[in-house]
């Protein structure tokens, strides 16, 4: 029998009448996941309004203890090794992504509490206080990656009741996490996991005090200009290079394009340069097409995985965004875009289409496989083409560029220089503080405190 992903609320595990299979990428049976109708959504959030309060310091040191729970411990029977493979399988996301986010999780728990203090605002104190915005936050998550999860561990940290409707890939991720809280002496009206369809993830929005939610352009247009909902949405983050590359430019713009297998939102998904865009994309479809396609589970695995049909449909997709342009990495193999690398399931290859002027539309397409658009730009343009990103890189002298990307509402992160791994710093803000928007600046006054 596969494993049971279970409805959790109220501290308890349960079944439902209404299941779904749950393939792995290789269309074998990995799962039975029982979902929660939208009633049982709204009484779970109900619940946990009347949850204990949990102090600050309880709940910090509980989220120290969760992280390291999920990195060591057998949880709901399962292993850290079983957890690896099972996300790896249902996510078509490397192996190697997984137990990265197990070896990071105690460390990155462990300092939620400096990470979540350093987002108050200056003024916060005597006469103002850093109050919540609510009870209860809502979160739709994604299936990318594991990583994704920090965020709502620190809504908790920042005392928030947190109920998470899993992305439908990977529900491992957030189960763990949900019971490596709840081993850890969380209160259980805490925390609750519900997957569900659609329907069941609006009806979350709808009983949450406040709501994060992970989506496509389409859910970020439909929900725009709720102030109870932070949408986070494709990164289309974005590197210019603005001088003559070198080995270590290639090497840095491989890394940012195709790490963790080109997941993340914040992988790098267009390039401009001042110089030769052609030479440029060429020498990056040459080292991308030396990166092997292998089972996800393989521990060399660094491409993402998919059941053939739908890669084959990832790159339809991609082939229409490029308008006639072609990939130049499918030059180095040209039989195999998809290669099949166990059972029904294909891994994607990357994907470099050079295209003649900025303004492309196929700058603004993301695909969830390390696929990168390289194109020219000069300084007549400015930052317009290189707005509406996550991430902007730049590879440049000019410290003006700097001070313009900073000050474009569009471009929530500068990077100046090949700053490595900077996705991994706790405290550089993601999309914004998460802080931000869980709470706010609320006056206070008293008659010792009131200045002359």
Not at 63 to 91: H, W
Not at 118 to 130: E, F, H, L
Not at 142 to 166: C, D, E, F, K, M
Not at 337 to 347: D, E, R
């Amino acid at each position: 029998m596969p494993p049971s992903v279970p409805v959790l609320r109220e501290g308890e595990e349960r079944t439902s009448r209404d299941t779904r299979p749950l393939h792995a990428v290789d269309g074998s049976l990995l799962a039975e996941v029982n979902e929660a109708p939208a009633l049982v959504t709204r009484l779970a959030v109900k619940a946990m309004r009347r949850s204990a309060a949990m102090p600050r310091a309880a709940r910090l040191a509980v989220l120290a203890e969760a992280g390291r729970r999920f990195a060591e411990d057998t949880l709901g029977g399962e292993t850290p090794e079983e957890y690896v493979r099972r996300q790896a399988l249902a996510s078509g996301v490397p192996a190697a992504v997984a137990r990265r986010a197990l070896a990071r999780m105690p460390a990155d728990c462990a300092r939620l509490g400096e990470v979540v203090e350093r987002q108050r605002p200056v003024g916060t104190g005597r006469t103002a206080r850093w109050a919540r915005r609510g009870d209860v936050l809502g979160v739709v998550a994604p299936s990318n990656h594991p990583g994704t999860h920090g965020a709502w561990l620190q809504a908790i940290a920042l005392g928030y009741r947190v109920a998470v409707r899993p992305g439908a890939r990977d529900p491992f991720t957030p189960l763990r996490l949900a019971r490596a809280l709840l081993a850890a002496g969380l209160d259980s009206g805490w925390v609750s996991l519900l997957p569900g369809t659609h329907a069941a993830a609006d009806g979350l929005v709808d009983a949450a005090d406040l709501a994060l939610v992970y989506g496509s352009e389409d859910t970020v247009a439909r929900l725009r200009g709720n102030d109870r909902v932070l949408v986070r949405g494709p990164g289309r983050s974005k590197v210019l290079l603005d001088r003559p590359f070198d080995d270590a430019d290639l090497d840095h713009l491989v890394a940012e394009i195709a790490g963790d297998g080109g997941v993340r939102c914040t992988n790098t998904t267009a390039v401009l340069t001042s110089g030769d865009h052609r030479a440029l994309a060429e020498a990056l479809a040459e080292r991308l097409s030396r990166l092997p396609a292998l089972p996800v589970t393989d521990e060399r695995a660094v491409l993402p995985v998919r059941p053939h049909a739908e890669a084959v449909a990832l790159r339809a997709a991609l082939d229409r965004a490029a308008g006639g342009a072609p990939d130049l990495v499918g030059r180095h193999h040209p039989d195999d875009p998809v290669p099949l690398v166990s059972g029904g399931a294909a891994a994607l290859r990357p994907a470099v289409t050079c295209v003649d002027r900025p303004d492309h539309p196929a700058l603004g397409t993301e695909l969830p496989f390390p696929c990168v658009w390289v194109a020219p730009w000069e300084r007549a343009r400015g930052l317009g083409p290189l707005d509406d990103s996550l991430a902007l890189t730049l590879l440049t002298e000019d410290d003006s560029l700097v001070e313009q990307a900073l000050d474009s509402p569009g471009i929530r992160t500068v990077l100046h220089g090949r700053v490595a791994e900077w996705w991994r710093d706790p405290h550089l803000p993601h999309d914004g503080y998460l802080g931000q928007f869980l709470r706010e600046a609320r006056g206070f006054a008293a008659p010792e405190l009131l200045t002359a």
